[in-house]
């Protein structure tokens, strides 16, 4: 899935904010070992091991568009790793901190996916993860219900990409069920004030329009944008608005 960097950072400051409140749950250790699953360019992971002098740090990422933008950040305690997330939890590695944020929304089946996880840590290793709660935002929604109409759906040979993102209790069952302790779940709205129509087009294009627009001809992807707009000018009818993004943070450390 072609990725594009540029786009994706256009909205950064938005999706900094939830990495901030999910790296404040992170404990100091002294020389630990951590993982960014889907570190992006690779400025998170960095900041990851400038609040914490002991972490040394690996992400990986299976874009490569993406881990372009790391080079700039790689250091003695910090170094990247062009690798999807399914082959990092089948590897034998373990990790004092997994860290992913924004990223695992990306891969199927949570049910098997999320022990497979906890798996990687060490004894007493934290997780700290963050996805956005993609079917319950309004844009996801405009999307999922878009994809499926034709004739976009024919074109897109009947490709929906429904988010694997489980409940709050599921998460919370799944990482007590796997050892996990000082367990902290919550979601959290992240309001986006946009002025138009095309600033919450924009918001999307980068994260997920992606898998779809690329599986369309040139002609049908112009008219599946122009749709896509006007669906969401039918919904955000005045402007300035107010988008509720919701996300969903997860903290636990594995018991000793």
Not at 96 to 103: E, G, I, P, Q, T
Not at 114 to 134: D, E, T
Not at 212 to 219: A, G, I, K, N
Request: glycine fraction near 6%; aromatic fraction near 12%.
């Amino acid at each position: 899935m072609p990725w594009n960097p540029e786009i994706y950072n256009q909205y950064k400051d938005i999706r900094y904010k939830p990495f901030y409140d999910l790296l404040a749950f992170i404990e100091e250790k002294d020389n630990f070992k951590g993982i960014d699953l889907g570190c992006g360019t690779g400025e998170q992971p960095a900041i990851i091991t400038h609040r914490f002098k002991g972490a040394h740090i690996l992400g990986v990422d299976s874009s490569a568009e993406m881990l372009e933008k790391a080079n700039e950040f790689e250091n003695s305690r910090l170094h990247f790793k062009l690798e999807h997330i399914e082959d990092v939890i089948n590897s034998d590695n373990t990790w004092d901190l997994v860290f992913s944020n924004a990223a695992l929304q990306w891969v199927d089946d949570h049910e098997k996916l999320f022990p497979k996880i906890i798996g990687l840590l060490n004894p007493g290793g934290q997780l700290a993860i963050q996805m956005p709660v993609q079917n319950e935002n309004l844009l996801n929604q405009i999307l999922l219900t878009l994809v499926q109409e034709e004739p976009y759906a024919n074109h897109l040979g009947y490709y929906v990409r429904k988010s694997p993102v489980l409940s709050i209790d599921d998460y919370a069952q799944i990482l007590f069920q796997c050892g996990m302790e000082d367990l902290e779940i919550s979601q959290k709205v992240y309001p986006i004030i946009a002025e138009n129509t095309e600033e919450l087009y924009e918001f999307i294009s980068g994260s997920a329009l992606i898998p779809y627009v690329e599986r369309l001809d040139p002609e049908l992807k112009k008219s599946f944008i122009k749709e896509f707009k006007k669906r969401i000018q039918e919904i955000f009818t005045k402007f300035p608005a107010i988008y509720a993004f919701k996300r969903l943070l997860i903290y636990g450390k594995l018991a000793r």
